[in-house]
């Protein structure tokens, strides 16, 4: 048996570029995965290429009624609710210059829909015995980033509901974690870079221990193991997928001190 055989997942967002990875991940584990996302050809297209248990609805998570449906249809169609990630996001941000709407609507996609995703689908997993929600933060939650105010703050937010989450849902049986992800390659970065990954790579490569990027495959694989048995005693805990990136310093992966000498 796969580790995730008769679970099912929920997945916001499951039409980026990461969000097909963790869809494919989790539904490779066993699962069948439900997609909400905006992009409506990009989803389509991602149910389509994994069959029978798969299951796309347009959903903008902005919208609790569109949330509700979501949820019950893919109740409906396998049987109930075992997971959630809520990995949908938003990258609006012009920093200080940004805004009271842009804030506004950058916290009510990276932070309230992701509860509002939580409190539709916490009934479903009780009904269950328990589940385990993954929510995407990022390691912006936890430097300055230059010109940077919305995304940061949403995700350091998210990062404190997670613990918050934990503590609540835990007499449910209902883990609560959250993975951040350091650099990896996705539609921003390929938009940026020309789509150009040797490029980004050596760009990312002082910032990271590991020297590179990450691949979306390799930020699921965390996704799967959190919203597996193998995670049992896992709750309220902040996953760094990023190449080790939060474990270094304000000198980077480069020898500073040798370069006094230069």
Not at 30 to 37: E, I, L, P, Q, T
Not at 125 to 141: D, E, L
Not at 167 to 188: C, F, Q
Request: hydrophobic share 45%; charged share 25%.
């Amino acid at each position: 048996m796969s580790e995730l055989d008769g679970k099912t997942a929920l997945v916001t967002g499951g039409a980026t570029l990461i969000g097909r990875a963790v869809v494919h991940a989790l539904h490779t584990a066993g699962a069948a995965v439900a997609v909400a996302d905006i992009d409506e050809e990009g989803g389509r297209s991602v149910a389509d290429e994994l069959g029978d248990r798969a299951l796309f609805e347009r959903t903008d998570i902005r919208d609790d009624a569109a949330v509700d449906r979501f949820v019950a249809a893919a109740a409906e169609r396998f049987g109930g609710i075992d997971i959630l990630v809520n990995l949908a996001c938003s990258y609006l941000d012009e920093g200080g210059a940004s805004p009271r709407a842009d804030w506004l609507e950058s916290l009510d996609v990276n932070v309230v829909s992701a509860v509002m995703m939580t409190r539709a689908v916490r009934p479903h997993m009780r009904a269950r015995g328990g589940g385990a929600i993954v929510n995407f933060t990022s390691i912006s939650s936890q430097v300055a980033q230059t010109g940077r105010w919305l995304y940061p703050v949403g995700k350091a937010a998210l990062v404190q509901l997670t613990r918050n989450m934990a503590m609540d849902l835990a007499p449910d049986g209902i883990r609560v974690n959250s993975v951040s992800a350091g650099w990896t390659w996705s539609k921003v970065m390929v938009e940026l870079s020309g789509d150009d990954r040797a490029k980004t790579d050596r760009v990312a490569a002082p910032f990271h221990l590991l020297g590179r990027v990450g691949d979306p495959e390799e930020v699921a694989n965390v996704v799967v193991f959190l919203a597996g048995d193998k995670a049992s005693f896992v709750t309220g805990a902040d996953w760094a997928v990023d190449g080790g990136y939060s474990a270094m310093g304000p000198e980077q992966a480069e020898p500073a001190i040798q370069k006094l000498q230069q």
